[in-house]
Every structure is written in structure tokens, then in C-alpha cells.
């Protein structure tokens, strides 16, 4: 048997189970060894060597449901719902098809009572607003059966979401002095550093999201027009910003020194760990967001990506820079929804503070 056919993911876990096993311990000790295996497979392929694929590609696979095949192709062509969006869609309606299951209950014979234990096992797992999410998503998966005619009753005027007021909890904001000693937090000695540095430039500069710096591409960057294309992911709305010289500046010193070389992506931030793949969450940029904080000993009730989002806003409210052109840099489609960011404006909120009685 050849080593070099057998180094694979399926491979290298065979390996460690087998491993494992011999030794009578948890498989958790053996967990790096995939890593390992993984580096020797692409030497034998830096010296001209042919080695299998360390893990297939896969190919985004429509829902295995067919009524949610049918729901996701009306999502898109009737209502025209970005790729993004109808994925965070499906996403609940396969958490109300699990909890059906377990209720031996079946997606076409649903009632309003199981959506209402639905709804509720809900709000003790997750927060208030992303049960509202999927309130919505099930009321409109209700209403598109009974359009469709699969449904005889429609029930979606009964499914009841959790009561939000508008800007009922405030922003999430930093003081500016805490993003910039967050940002000289970053070691930039490593490659991990120059990533994450660049990382947070955008998303302090620009206002940027995490899904919208994750699917950066190389494509996006013209260096010589010095502009950076960026995509929004619910809308699909895409726009041009000036590439500011620190902000470009860290962005070649990250693709030149830390980006490993033989990453096959084009996505400009990848993992730096094997296989080097692009971020799959853009939860991911907002533990990186947390660790530096960290480090900078900040200490803040929430820490991700949005709080930089949400403390660039408010600082460009306080600069005076025109409401519209903020919310188009924002992405909203309203102009109305800045006056959530004016409740963190704090400089421009003393300005128009009556004074206190005597």
C-alpha cells in the first residue's frame, strides 16, 4: 500500500481512530495529528508527487426537503431574496422540521399548536430577536402553503412573534479611544497578526460587516485605483470605497508576509490553520474582534464585529458626515434607521443637551 494514496481526511481519521484505540485513549489527544498528516500530504505534492484530494469539494446541495426546494425557487424568483437571506430562511425551517420530528409530527400536517410549542422551546434557547427571525419565517412558509395550495387553512395570521420595540436596547458601541488601543493591541510579527490587523482596520474604517469582509476576493482590490469593491450579503447591492492608504498599506503587508502561499482561494482572508480555507462564518471575524479586546483589556457587554460596525457609525455622526451618505455606506435601505446610531453619538448628543435645573 502506497502512504502518500492514503493521506486524506478520511484517511487521517481511520489513522487516528485506529491509533486511539491502540493506546486506550480519547481521541481528543489525537486530534492535531490531522493537521500533521495533512502538511506531509502536500510535501509529497510540493515535490511533483500525486496525492488525492485531502477532502472533496461539495457542492452546495439543495434542500433535501422537496417542499423547501419548491419554498427556496419562490423565495428567489417571486420575491427576490438574496442567496444569503434564503439560506438564513431554510436554516429555521429546518430547526421547526427537528422539533416537528420529535413531536412525531410532518411539515404538511403542522398546526398552529405546534408552531405555538415551537415559538416557545425557542425563546428559552436563543435571544428575543432571532426568535422574532423565526417567527417571521415560519408565518411566511405558512402563508406560501396555503397560497400554493398545500395547505386548506392558513394559520399564518395566528403565529404570534415576539414583541420587540424599535431601538429598544441601545447600540453597541466603543469609546474611539478603546478601537484604537484595540487595534495597536494586534502583534503584527506574525502572520496571524497581519490578518487581523487588516480585519480590523476595515471593520473600524469602513463600517464593514464580518460576511461582507469574509468574501473578499482579490478581484474586489484595484490596486491601481486604489478602490475596494464590496458586496452586500442580504441585498446583493454592491459598492465602491476608496482604499485609504493605511488600510491599503495593511492589506499588502497581510498578502505578502502572512497569507500562506499555496492557499487556493481567492478570498483575500483565509484560516491559518490547514487546509488555509476561507471563513466559512462570519462569526469568525467577531472572535477575532473578542480576542484583541482581550488583550487590550476592554471590557464590554458584547464584542464582535457590530460593535465596530455600530462605533464607526456614531463616529461619523459626531464628524458631521451627511446622514445619507452614512446609511449608504451602511447599507440601509432607509434613511430612518440612523436614528438608532444617534442614541451612541454621545459628542453630538452634548451639543443639544439642555442644561440641568439648579
Known amino acids: ?3 502518500r494514496e492514503q493521506l486524506t481526511l478520511e484517511g487521517a481519521d481511520l489513522f487516528i481512530d485506529w491509533y486511539a484505540l491502540r493506546l486506550s485513549r480519547s481521541l481528543s489527544s489525537y486530534q492535531h495529528y490531522r493537521s500533521a498528516l495533512q502538511s506531509l500530504a502536500r510535501v509529497y505534492q510540493r515535490m511533483g508527487f500525486t496525492v488525492p484530494d485531502w477532502q472533496p469539494q461539495n457542492p452546495s446541495q439543495p434542500p433535501s426537503v422537496p417542499i423547501l426546494h419548491k419554498y427556496s425557487s419562490y423565495l428567489s424568483q417571486n420575491l427576490g431574496l438574496s ?15 427537528e422539533y416537528l420530528a420529535g413531536a412525531g409530527r410532518e411539515l404538511n400536517s403542522f398546526e398552529l399548536n405546534d408552531v405555538d410549542g415551537f415559538i416557545l422551546d425557542c425563546a428559552t434557547r436563543y435571544s428575543r430577536s432571532y426568535v422574532k427571525c423565526i417567527a417571521c419565517t415560519v408565518r411566511c412558509f405558512s402563508r406560501f402553503l396555503h397560497w400554493s395550495g398545500r395547505s386548506q387553512s392558513d394559520i399564518s395570521e395566528s403565529i404570534i412573534a415576539p414583541v420587540q420595540l424599535p431601538f429598544e436596547r441601545p447600540r453597541r458601541a466603543l469609546p474611539w479611544n478603546d478601537v484604537q488601543r484595540l487595534i495597536k493591541a494586534v502583534d503584527r510579527s506574525t502572520p496571524v497578526g497581519l490578518r487581523d490587523h487588516a480585519i480590523l482596520l ?11 469582509i469574509s468574501r473578499l476576493q482579490f478581484q474586489d482590490i484595484d490596486w491601481n485605483a486604489n478602490t475596494l469593491a464590496v458586496c452586500r450579503p442580504k441585498t446583493g447591492v454592491s459598492f465602491t470605497l476608496p482604499l ?6 495593511a492589506l499588502a503587508r497581510y498578502l505578502r508576509y502572512g497569507r500562506p502561499l499555496e492557499t487556493t482561494t481567492r478570498h483575500i482572508f483565509v484560516q491559518m490553520q490547514l487546509p488555509f480555507k476561507p471563513f466559512v462564518r462570519a462569526s469568525a471575524i467577531g472572535h477575532i474582534v473578542a480576542k484583541h479586546a482581550k488583550k487590550a483589556e476592554i471590557n464590554a457587554p458584547s464584542l464582535g464585529s457590530h460593535v465596530l460596525r455600530h462605533t464607526h457609525a456614531g463616529r461619523q455622526i459626531d464628524l458631521g458626515t451627511p446622514s445619507k451618505v452614512i446609511s449608504e455606506l451602511l447599507g440601509h435601505s432607509h434613511p430612518e434607521s440612523l436614528s438608532a446610531y444617534l442614541r451612541i453619538a454621545t459628542d453630538s448628543l452634548r451639543e443639544i443637551a439642555l442644561p440641568v435645573p439648579a
Open 244 to 249: 485609504l492608504p493605511p488600510v491599503s498599506e
Open 83 to 97: 442567496n444569503f437571506t434564503i439560506g438564513n430562511k431554510l436554516n429555521h425551517l429546518s430547526k421547526f422540521i
Open 202 to 212: 476595515l471593520l473600524s474604517v469602513y463600517g464593514l460587516g464580518g460576511a461582507e
Open 1 to 3: 500500500m502506497i502512504e
